[in-house]
């Protein structure tokens, strides 16, 4: 692989043990030299693309975090979109589940199996994408849209959608000098795992790193 001033690991992946993407170093368990990797938990989540013709849904936001529903907690409406084809002729919602919604698909349909991921398949999330389906005709039903039906449904489970972190860092990184490996992304900042949080992990890392190249001179 070469020769590095530093390794940076981005991806909570590669120190989940037995995930596909987990990593030895010096035949060691990157989790392992980094023990606060025990406290990372997944909160996985599940995505409804619903289309409708257009026309078809009265809809007061373009996007929209929902308080009001048990089954999602954002609502976007894709048609608006920056720079989406105005030829596609149809209403293009997508609805993040709620983590409470998700835990109780999962618990009817796990993602793991013997170890291993179950895949998407259509036996696997045709049962899914009916439940969310209904929850999301609910929720339009209370915005006033009754008796609209999607003229195309998928579903998508996101496994390692976001993170909570009990051992979190309030520098939002972790830093082996020794070693000269680090840790960065969404999963070290708490409950807050969100994009933003990613970022500026990753710029307390280059900031950490930077200046122990810069001691290093």
């Known amino acids: 692989m070469g020769h590095f001033d530093f390794v940076v690991f981005s991806d909570s992946m590669t120190f989940r043990?037995?995930?596909p993407g987990h990593v030895l170093v010096d035949d060691e368990e990157l989790g392992l030299i980094f023990p606060v990797a025990d406290g990372v938990k997944v909160k996985p989540?599940?995505?409804?693309?619903?289309?409708?013709?257009?026309g078809a849904v009265e809809s007061p936001f373009d996007a929209a975090a929902i308080l009001s529903s048990d089954a999602f907690q954002w609502v976007s409406l894709e048609n608006k979109k920056p720079n989406y084809s105005s030829s596609v002729d149809c209403q293009c919602f997508v609805a993040i589940s709620?983590?409470?919604?998700?835990?109780?698909?999962?618990?009817e349909h796990p993602q793991q199996r013997n170890f291993?991921?179950?895949?998407q398949t259509s036996q696997y999330l045709d049962p899914i994408q009916e439940a969310l389906g209904t929850e999301f005709k609910a929720l339009l039903s209370s915005m006033g849209n009754s008796d609209v039906d999607p003229i195309y449904l998928k579903a998508q489970r996101w496994g390692g959608a976001f993170y909570s972190n009990a051992d979190s860092s309030k520098d939002l990184c972790f830093v082996d000098r020794e070693r000269r490996l680090?840790?960065?992304g969404d999963y070290c900042g708490g409950s807050n795992s969100n994009a933003e949080t990613a970022m500026l992990?990753?710029?307390?890392?280059g900031e950490e790193l930077a200046s122990l190249l810069h001691e290093e001179e």
């Open 182 to 184: 680090a840790l960065c």
């Open 45 to 54: 989540v599940f995505s409804l693309m619903a289309a409708f013709s257009s």
């Open 17 to 19: 043990k037995g995930s």
């Open 201 to 205: 992990s990753g710029l307390c890392a």
């Open 98 to 107: 709620t983590f409470d919604f998700a835990e109780k698909l999962l618990k």
């Open 116 to 119: 291993k991921f179950v895949e």
